[in-house]
């Protein structure tokens, strides 16, 4: 079975991290974007790459946990904890999905519950004291996709070639939109609306254009 990598997004705190999130996916051979909480996302700063990125929808983290564990695959949390291993030692041993903390927090319990272990990125100044999460992203990514040996892509001048565009994607991409589903989204819409979360009038800084105006991870 081929190694396979996936990321896994939840409570990104900023709008635009997303979309360029999906684009160091596609960059560095991911499989899947995993969706947990809010079904939309902004795909601002994607450059098309999400036409070229398969997307799963899950209401809680440990539904996404379930999916992963189905597929023989380990959770790697993306956070200097006690017992974090440098991601340039490729502490990978299989297919590897990895969790992205929020930029300001970091992971929270529930999701540093999930994982099963930890890689940090080695930082070599002083100047700051963490990375953008998209950064992080794309370093882990490029990391495990050496260890994985994925084939580099054809390059042309100084640009790679980009695949052909396929099939625009449709809401199937998603978690199938069940009645239960429905009803559980707007429970937690209502449950998080005080915290603004679902803002609905459409202002550009609104938390509710977020992915991260996300659900609690309930158990459905």
Request: hydrophobic letters at 40%; proline letters at 2%; aromatic letters at 10%.
């Amino acid at each position: 079975m081929a190694v396979e990598s996936y990321v896994v997004v939840h409570n990104i705190a900023k709008r635009h991290n997303v979309g360029t999130l999906a684009r160091s996916a596609t960059a560095f051979g991911v499989s899947e974007l995993i969706l947990v909480g809010r079904r939309e996302f902004n795909a601002f700063g994607s450059h098309g790459s999400t036409s070229h990125l398969r997307f799963r929808h899950f209401h809680s983290l440990q539904d996404a946990r379930l999916f992963l564990k189905e597929r023989d695959c380990d959770i790697c949390g993306v956070e200097i904890t006690d017992d974090a291993l440098p991601v340039n030692h490729h502490p990978f041993t299989k297919s590897t999905a990895f969790l992205l903390g929020n930029e300001g927090t970091g992971l929270s319990a529930k999701e540093l519950e999930i994982c099963d272990f930890f890689v940090y990125i080695p930082q070599y100044g002083g100047g700051t004291a963490s990375l953008n999460v998209t950064v992080a992203a794309s370093i882990v990514l490029h990391q495990f996709g050496v260890w994985a040996g994925f084939p580099e892509r054809t390059r042309d001048g100084n640009k790679f070639i980009v695949a052909e565009k396929p099939a625009k994607q449709t809401r199937r991409s998603f978690c199938a939109e069940t009645a239960d589903s429905v009803i559980e989204e707007r429970k937690c819409r209502k449950e998080h609306a005080s915290n603004g979360f679902f803002d609905e009038s459409g202002n550009e800084n609104s938390s509710s254009n977020l992915l991260d105006g996300l659900f609690a991870d309930v158990r459905l």
